[in-house]
């Protein structure tokens, strides 16, 4: 197929791919990659476009795998769990309404699931929960093409490093055709949702992480208010309470993505109105409480559009990262209208996660898409740089290769295997080739 100019989800990262397509079977994909070859142009994946970085940008071949999808086999297992296989173009949405059919469930979720489950692996995506991994740590098997055209299979016991490596691969490796996904008994989550003060919420932070399931909360800017969320794992067969049509529409529809659009606009114009709308929304929050499916209570609508960076430090800092976040906001000009959202995760073993190795807070700094970020960007990066930060793989940041190697122990481990698996960098772009060098 002839190429189109592409834009990701943002709007933020444009391509001009020579060619784009879209193979419905490993066959087909052997075949796109033979002319890519034979044409001297390189190659790159993209998913659902939800990277705010140039990491899927393709001025050469642009591949999606979005009809190479669908769930192709479930191995139970006697504790109720199972092996799930799909193809790496299924989307995270459709996988896991699926899952709930079949009485299973991920074990944890980012808060959006319009990727697909390739794309999420590959940049690194991740939910919240001091007990749980990202969404890489519950690959148990992943079977990826190369460059001359090869399947290669990789788990735990077989080819072990390109496992570690290929887990979170950024597209680098080879063209992620299946995955298999290490599936729980379906589960709801009882959803509690209320406002507090940033405060109270640090005065209590280690505490309250380590006894809710999955706790984040968003801290409003220019103001001392969060919005804390705590969701409850509950067994599949819970009574499930909804959040009512008309509750839901208000809340997340019309005020969370209507209003807030039209507020943007308006600040965006008018910056200096900021601080005030932020106090009046964050007091205007009412607490809600609902019981629903894990993957419904996981995921929200977004439709607002922004740029985001989010940072990955060590549990124990974030305290200071955001109340030096604080006060740089209240020696600066700058007026941020978007929230700050704070998520938590488990240390995990995979090369290039941004989790490797310790507990692990994310800060995720947002701007209207209509702004300019820079500033601020800069500002949160240099402060999580300080304790050691590592930048989510799909979200902006400005660090290349010679910083990342510092910051990852595996980083020429990576290196390695990308050389061995890639040696012509078929699989290679520019941006890739600034975080690796």
Not at 182 to 196: I, M, Q, T, W
Not at 254 to 280: C, D, K, M, Q
Not at 331 to 336: D, L, N, P
Request: glycine fraction near 8%; hydrophobic fraction near 40%.
């Amino acid at each position: 197929m002839i190429g189109r100019p592409w834009q990701n989800w943002a709007g933020n990262q444009h391509a001009f791919p020579s060619d784009r397509a879209e193979p419905a079977s490993v066959d087909e994909l052997r075949s796109v990659l033979q002319r890519a070859i034979e044409g001297s142009r390189p190659v790159r994946c993209v998913g659902a476009g939800h990277s705010f970085t140039p990491i899927a940008v393709a001025d050469g071949v642009q591949i999606s795998l979005d009809s190479l999808r669908g769930i192709e086999s479930v191995v139970r297992n006697d504790d109720g769990s199972a092996q799930v296989t799909v193809l790496a173009g299924t989307r995270l949405r459709e996988l896991t309404a699926q899952l709930w059919d079949l009485g299973l469930a991920m074990t944890n979720l980012g808060d959006i699931d319009e990727q697909s489950v390739a794309g999420a692996i590959s940049t690194g995506t991740h939910g919240t929960g001091a007990r749980f991994g990202g969404i890489a740590t519950q690959v148990q098997a992943l079977e990826l093409m190369t460059a001359d055209g090869r399947l290669v299979r990789c788990s735990r016991d077989e080819n072990a490093e390109l496992f570690d490596a290929a887990r979170i691969g950024l597209g680098a490796l080879g063209v992620i055709t299946r995955v298999t996904l290490h599936c729980v008994p379906a589960f709801a989550l009882r959803a509690v949702e209320e406002p507090s003060t940033l405060t109270a919420t640090l005065a209590e932070l280690e505490t309250t992480v380590a006894a809710v399931d999955h706790f984040e909360f968003y801290w409003f800017p220019h103001t001392d208010r969060v919005l804390t969320k705590r969701n409850t794992r509950l067994p599949g067969n819970a009574e499930l309470r909804p959040l009512g049509k008309v509750r839901s529409y208000l809340d997340d529809e019309l005020l969370s993505n209507t209003v807030f659009e039209g507020l943007n606009r308006v600040v965006t114009r008018v910056p200096a109105l900021i601080p005030r709308l932020n106090a009046v929304s964050a007091r205007a929050l009412s607490a809600r409480e609902y019981t629903d499916r894990s993957y419904r209570v996981f995921a929200s609508s977004r439709t607002v559009k922004f740029v985001e960076m989010e940072y990955a430090v060590p549990a124990s800092e974030i305290g200071w990262v955001l109340r030096e976040v604080d006060r740089w906001l209240e020696q600066s000009s700058m007026s941020i209208a978007f929230p700050v959202e704070v998520r938590f995760a488990a240390a995990d073993d995979i090369w290039l996660s941004t989790a490797y190795g310790r507990p692990t807070a994310y800060i995720a700094v947002h701007q209207y898409h209509r702004r300019d970020h820079r500033e601020y960007f800069d500002a949160v990066e240099a402060i999580c740089r300080s304790v050691g930060g590592r930048p989510h793989w799909g979200k902006l940041h400005s660090l290349g290769g010679d910083a990342l190697r510092d910051t990852y122990e595996h980083f020429d481990d990576f290196v390695r295997i990308r050389d061995s698996m890639d040696p012509t960098k078929l699989f290679g772009s520019n941006y890739l080739e600034h975080l690796l060098s």
